[in-house]
Nanobody, 125 residues
C-alpha cells in the first residue's frame, strides 16, 4: 500500500519561502513519477512540479519557473518542493501524488492514483 504524507505548509508573507516535503512509503517500483499539485479555493487542481524517480527528469509549471525547485532524497524516500519568492496566487492546498505506470510525468491529476492528504500554503500580501 503506497502512502504519501505531506508536510511543511504554513502561512507566509509575499516574498517569503517554504519547503514542502512528501514522504513516500510502500513503493515496490524502482521508478515512478512524483508530482506536486495545488488547489486554490474554487479552482481546479493544477500541476506545479514533478520529478521522475529513477531518471531525475524535472518538470516545472511556467507559473513557478525561477521560484520553485523540486528535489528528492532517495535514502529518505522523500520529495521536496522548495518555494521561494512566494506570491498570494501561490495560496492553496498542496498535494503530493505518485504514478508508477508511466515512464514520464503527466501534469494531469486524473493520471495519478496515489495521493497524500495535502498541506495548506497561505501567502498574504
Amino acid at each position: 500500500q503506497v502512502e504519501l504524507v505531506e508536510s511543511g505548509g504554513g502561512s507566509v508573507q509575499a516574498g517569503g519561502s517554504l519547503t514542502l516535503s512528501c514522504a513516500a512509503s510502500g513503493f515496490t517500483h524502482n521508478s515512478a513519477c512524483m508530482y506536486w499539485f495545488r488547489q486554490a479555493p474554487d479552482k481546479g487542481r493544477e500541476g506545479v512540479a514533478g520529478i521522475y524517480i529513477g531518471g531525475g527528469t524535472v518538470y516545472l509549471a511556467d507559473s513557478v519557473q525561477g521560484r520553485f525547485s523540486i528535489s528528492q532524497d532517495n535514502a529518505k524516500n522523500t520529495m521536496y518542493l522548495q518555494m521561494n519568492s512566494l506570491k498570494p496566487e501561490d495560496t492553496g492546498m498542496y498535494y503530493c501524488a505518485a504514478d508508477v505506470r508511466r515512464t514520464w510525468c503527466s501534469n494531469v491529476p486524473r493520471d495519478y492514483v496515489f495521493w497524500g492528504q495535502g498541506t495548506q500554503v497561505t501567502v498574504s500580501s
